[in-house]
């Protein structure tokens, strides 16, 4: 099937497929796929030791070491449904897409580094569009087929690593980088940013105080132009983010404690202010201060592993209008909470997740004035909803599935829409999930897990009946089966198959006429049902090839 769509599916096939070709030949040393993050699989950070070598990756050139990488997934990418949750509207989208990473890493036997990686994908860090049948239809639009220059890499991080002195070990990070703590979902994680990151301390206690300029990344041109990207660039937006955590080990566990800030001093037009009411007269803001503070454990035994994380919005919006009495400043009160678990059976391995992020206050006077006047933003947030415009610059990290209703695919950040402030399925504000699943190894080189959730959302809001009446929407968002798998052909060769498969809850059953639900800051989103009155399954299927060396 996959052969008959690609023939003529492009301008030049040949020049693209060539280019992928050119790719896979470069002679760079080798790896193993099996090491690279993948959906499901949380692969954990390393610093490696200056005095580690490795003659098929490392080079020396007297008091230096040059390592390299380089690592390109080809994709096949189809799913249906998840746009309107009915079979009759034509939303099915399937595309060959691609992703490929270049890194350099020179160290100084003194434990100086440079750092350097180019990537090519898409704005979402999702594979890019290399071959399709049509439009690709995603939530923030349409995307196109990349080709010729927009195949080019882009810079994505650099960065110096310096040590500052010996004691307590002290190193400064340069550059643009991202910083990450605890699951990566509270102080964001997935972009990088221009900052510079001062840690300190023994390896069983290192304390990182970190600073960078939010959406630098984004204002700087490191490679080719595309032009599905040009929305999300060149935003006037002044924001800066401060954060500190400290790392202790016990053994095998660990608990990191945080706190981050991120001040948006952006001015009230260049801001896409939810409380605003889409600039309707609503509550003008022109300096927001998003803290956040949390806590990350992680229990680690021979067989059992236990995981939990919780974290606290505090701050406030300050408005520049308070002339009426439902108006002034916001006050963030979101907060999250994760958990997971694991035990380790041999060929089998049980696994489990708990999340609840906070959601929206509703009423249904919000619902008939179709208006938000509200002072307090109790959905949590990484980054706030006074400026949404910041979402692609300080977001929480890819991986936490479910694969659909969170977008934690390699499809192009599509995923079905959900009550919340956002209007983003990839953002975990707005749900309870409870995960169960199960981990396989049945042989050598083999991974497979499956994974059930069941799916709520902890302020599902208000809308409108056929009579006309404002109801109380349901809470169940439905439920998921995901899968993933991957088998190591070679040390350098891998092949994966992800797939999900949602089943509508009754909140998308709800009998619904407005287009319009002010329940939950306008956005408790109203989908299309089929004739028969029920919203039908989506899915989603991505078939991968991986190659590194």
Same mark, same amino acid.
């Given at each position: 099937?996959?052969?008959?769509?690609?023939?003529?599916?492009?301008?030049?096939?040949?020049? @693209?497929?060539?280019? &992928?070709?050119?790719?896979?030949?470069?002679?760079?040393?080798?790896?193993?796929? &099996?090491?690279?993050?993948?959906?499901?699989?949380?692969?954990?950070?390393?610093?490696?030791?200056?005095?580690?070598?490795?003659?098929?990756?490392?080079?020396?050139?007297?008091?230096?070491?040059?390592?390299?990488?380089?690592?390109?997934?080809?994709?096949?990418?189809?799913?249906?449904?998840?746009?309107?949750?009915?079979?009759?509207?034509?939303?099915?989208?399937?595309?060959?897409?691609?992703?490929?990473?270049?890194?350099?890493?020179?160290?100084?036997?003194?434990?100086?580094?440079?750092?350097?990686?180019? /990537?090519?994908?898409?704005?979402?860090?999702?594979?890019?569009?290399?071959?399709?049948?049509?439009?690709?239809?995603?939530?923030?639009? =349409?995307?196109?087929?990349?080709?010729?220059?927009?195949?080019?890499?882009?810079?994505?991080?650099?960065?110096?690593?310096?040590?500052?002195?010996?004691?307590?070990?002290? !190193?400064?990070?340069?550059?643009?980088?991202?910083?990450?703590?605890?699951?990566?979902?509270?102080?964001?994680? +997935?972009?990088?940013?221009?900052?510079?990151?001062?840690?300190? *301390?023994?390896?069983?206690?290192? *304390? !990182?105080?970190?600073?960078?300029?939010?959406?630098?990344?984004?204002?700087?041109?490191?490679?080719?132009?595309?032009?599905?990207? /040009?929305?999300?660039?060149?935003?006037?937006?002044?924001?800066?983010?401060?954060?500190?955590?400290?790392?202790?080990?016990?053994?095998?566990?660990?608990?990191?404690?945080?706190?981050?800030?991120?001040?948006?001093?952006?001015?009230?037009?260049?801001?896409?202010?939810?409380?605003?009411?889409?600039?309707?007269?609503? @509550?003008?803001?022109?300096?927001?201060?998003?803290?956040?503070?949390?806590?990350?454990?992680?229990?680690?035994?021979?067989?059992?592993?236990?995981?939990?994380?919780?974290?606290?919005?505090?701050?406030?919006?300050?408005?520049?209008?308070?002339?009426? =009495?439902?108006?002034?400043?916001?006050?963030? #009160?979101?907060?999250?909470?994760?958990?997971?678990?694991?035990?380790? &059976?041999?060929?089998?391995?049980?696994?489990?997740?708990?999340?609840?992020?906070?959601?929206?206050?509703?009423?249904?006077?919000?619902?008939?004035?179709?208006?938000?006047?509200?002072?307090?933003?109790?959905?949590?947030?990484?980054?706030?909803?006074?400026?949404?415009?910041?979402?692609?610059?300080?977001?929480? !990290?890819?991986?936490?599935? %479910?694969?659909?209703?969170?977008?934690?695919?390699?499809?192009?950040?599509?995923?079905?829409?959900? %009550?919340?402030?956002?209007?983003?399925?990839?953002?975990?504000?707005?749900?309870?999930?409870?995960?169960?699943?199960?981990?396989?190894?049945?042989? +050598? #080189?083999?991974?497979?897990?499956?994974?059930?959730?069941?799916?709520?959302?902890?302020? %599902?809001?208000?809308?409108?009946?056929?009579?006309?009446?404002?109801? #109380?929407?349901?809470?169940?968002?439905?439920?998921?089966?995901?899968?993933?798998?991957?088998?190591?052909?070679?040390?350098?060769?891998?092949?994966?198959?992800?797939?999900?498969?949602?089943?509508?809850?009754?909140?998308?059953? +709800?009998?619904?006429?407005?287009?319009?639900?002010?329940?939950?800051?306008?956005?408790? =989103?109203? &989908?299309?049902?089929?004739?028969?009155?029920?919203?039908? @399954?989506?899915?989603?299927?991505?078939?991968?090839?991986?190659?590194?060396?």
């Amino acid at each position: 099937m996959i052969s008959l769509k690609m023939m003529g599916m492009s301008k030049n096939p040949f020049s @693209t497929l060539a280019i &992928l070709f050119f790719l896979l030949s470069l002679s760079l040393p080798a790896t193993n796929i &099996l090491a690279q993050e993948s959906p499901g699989i949380k692969v954990p950070e390393k610093e490696e030791p200056y005095t580690a070598f490795d003659p098929l990756h490392d080079r020396y050139f007297g008091d230096f070491k040059l390592s390299t990488r380089f690592h390109v997934r080809v994709s096949s990418n189809s799913s249906d449904n998840l746009s309107d949750l009915k079979n009759k509207l034509d939303d099915n989208n399937w595309f060959i897409g691609y992703h490929y990473d270049v890194i350099a890493s020179v160290k100084h036997i003194s434990s100086a580094e440079f750092f350097l990686q180019l /990537r090519r994908d898409n704005i979402s860090e999702y594979d890019a569009p290399l071959i399709t049948d049509g439009k690709i239809r995603t939530l923030f639009g =349409p995307r196109h087929t990349y080709t010729e220059a927009e195949m080019l890499p882009r810079m994505y991080r650099l960065y110096f690593d310096l040590p500052v002195t010996d004691f307590l070990d002290t !190193r400064v990070r340069l550059g643009y980088f991202t910083y990450l703590v605890g699951n990566g979902y509270a102080l964001g994680g +997935k972009y990088p940013n221009a900052g510079v990151t001062l840690s300190f *301390g023994p390896e069983d206690l290192r *304390g !990182r105080i970190h600073y960078d300029r939010v959406d630098s990344y984004n204002k700087t041109d490191w490679g080719p132009t595309i032009r599905d990207e /040009r929305a999300f660039t060149g935003r006037d937006t002044h924001a800066d983010f401060f954060a500190t955590d400290l790392m202790a080990k016990f053994g095998s566990h660990t608990i990191q404690p945080y706190i981050g800030f991120l001040h948006d001093y952006t001015s009230p037009k260049n801001r896409s202010n939810v409380f605003d009411n889409f600039n309707l007269n609503g @509550t003008r803001v022109n300096d927001d201060l998003l803290g956040t503070v949390g806590i990350d454990l992680n229990l680690n035994f021979t067989k059992f592993n236990f995981g939990i994380e919780y974290a606290r919005n505090f701050g406030e919006a300050h408005s520049s209008n308070k002339t009426a =009495p439902d108006r002034g400043n916001i006050t963030h #009160k979101g907060w999250l909470l994760v958990a997971d678990a694991g035990y380790n &059976l041999g060929l089998v391995r049980p696994k489990g997740k708990f999340v609840w992020a906070s959601g929206p206050e509703s009423s249904r006077r919000d619902l008939e004035n179709f208006r938000w006047h509200g002072r307090n933003n109790r959905a949590f947030s990484v980054y706030s909803p006074t400026n949404a415009n910041l979402f692609d610059t300080h977001y929480q !990290r890819a991986g936490i599935g %479910p694969y659909l209703a969170t977008a934690s695919t390699y499809l192009l950040n599509f995923g079905v829409a959900r %009550p919340g402030v956002f209007g983003d399925p990839f953002v975990i504000e707005n749900v309870i999930f409870l995960n169960g699943g199960l981990e396989f190894f049945p042989i +050598k #080189k083999m991974y497979l897990s499956v994974d059930y959730w069941n799916m709520h959302a902890d302020e %599902p809001g208000f809308g409108r009946n056929s009579a006309g009446e404002a109801v #109380k929407l349901p809470s169940q968002l439905g439920h998921e089966i995901d899968f993933y798998t991957s088998y190591g052909i070679t040390s350098r060769l891998t092949v994966n198959l992800q797939g999900g498969f949602f089943l509508p809850g009754s909140y998308y059953r +709800k009998d619904r006429t407005d287009r319009f639900s002010a329940g939950n800051l306008g956005l408790s =989103p109203v &989908l299309p049902r089929d004739g028969r009155g029920d919203p039908d @399954t989506a899915y989603l299927m991505a078939l991968g090839l991986e190659y590194s060396f």
